[in-house]
């Protein structure tokens, strides 16, 4: 048995997306990789406002995302509910809302 727990493969992946914090700050992210479940979100400026914010989350902690760069229709991005599955010193790895995805 390898240890692999997840249900679907991560693909590499960069999209920026943008997190919606608690205390209403914005914070802009780049995903490493991404699956139907979920993604590791990178922060590459640290000192943008919202970083401490995303830092201090804890498992179970949710925030909206929004996902930039996928439409070409020029639609409205869209959002989803991200749960925090850990946090890392360089990003966070969120599990998306099946429900909201209608998976």
Request: net charge negative; glycine share 14%; with cysteine.
């Amino acid at each position: 048995m390898t240890g692999e727990r997840r249900r679907h493969p991560r693909i590499p992946m960069t999209v920026e997306v943008v997190a919606e914090c608690s205390d209403g700050s914005q914070v802009r992210l780049t995903t490493n990789d991404i699956s139907g479940g979920g993604a590791f979100l990178a922060w590459e400026d640290r000192d943008q406002s919202g970083i401490d914010v995303l830092k201090g989350l804890s498992p179970g902690d949710q925030f909206m995302l929004q996902v930039f760069g996928l439409l070409g229709d020029g639609g409205e991005p869209p959002r989803v509910q991200a749960q925090v599955v850990r946090v890392m010193e360089d990003g966070v790895a969120v599990q998306f809302d099946s429900a909201a995805l209608g998976v």
